[in-house]
């Protein structure tokens, strides 16, 4: 609930810098668009359309930021 609202969200093993969170759909088109889970990198680069693994769906040390 938190990060469809808008919240970040990282692991406490991940560089600080890294988080996931949903990017709102926001380019002008015909096209049904939706709304995709990214992840910022530590680099500061944006991933679009990340998909967690196994090892971070079930990890205990997700962190909200």
């Known amino acids: 609930e938190y990060i469809r609202k808008g919240g970040k969200v990282g692991r406490a093993c991940w560089s600080q810098r890294m988080c996931v969170f949903i ?6 088109s015909q096209d049904k ?5 990214c992840m910022r990198l530590a680099d500061g ?12 769906l ?5 962190i909200l930021e």
């Open 23 to 28: 990017e709102p759909a926001q380019l002008p």
């Open 33 to 37: 668009l939706l709304p995709c889970l």
């Open 45 to 56: 680069s944006v991933m679009l359309g990340w998909l967690p693994g196994k090892t971070d």
């Open 58 to 62: 079930f990890a205990q040390d997700w």
